[in-house]
């Protein structure tokens, strides 16, 4: 039998009335996005939260993350009053081999 490590699901849905002006800027700063200027002459990477934040996603608004980053994600998501639950779950090896960082596009 393996063991069990200790893990979290996170929950989250930006509040009712939320511009897409805010949806776009949120899912940027959450998961990174890559931008053009001048064309397409200079393009250049912004990184994102979950760059930093071994992560698994699950489904949309859907999060598991490992022991060690829960309070990073969710003052994240505090900061832009975001719905949220956060349930702590036994995690084993098989769910910690889908937890990854999202590579910078080029």
Do not use: N, Q
């Amino acid at each position: 039998m393996r063991e069990a490590l200790r893990g979290w699901i996170v929950v989250y849905r930006l509040p009712p009335g939320s511009t897409p002006s805010d949806r776009v800027t949120f899912r940027h700063r959450l998961v990174g996005a890559t931008t053009s200027s001048w064309e397409g002459r200079y393009r250049y990477h912004r990184p994102g939260l979950l760059e930093e934040v071994p992560h698994r996603a699950v489904m949309p608004g859907v999060l598991m993350i490992g022991p060690d980053d829960r309070a990073r994600v969710e003052a994240f998501l505090r900061e832009w009053k975001a719905a949220l639950l956060v349930k702590e779950v036994d995690l084993d090896s098989r769910d910690l081999s889908h937890f990854r960082r999202r590579r910078p596009s080029p």
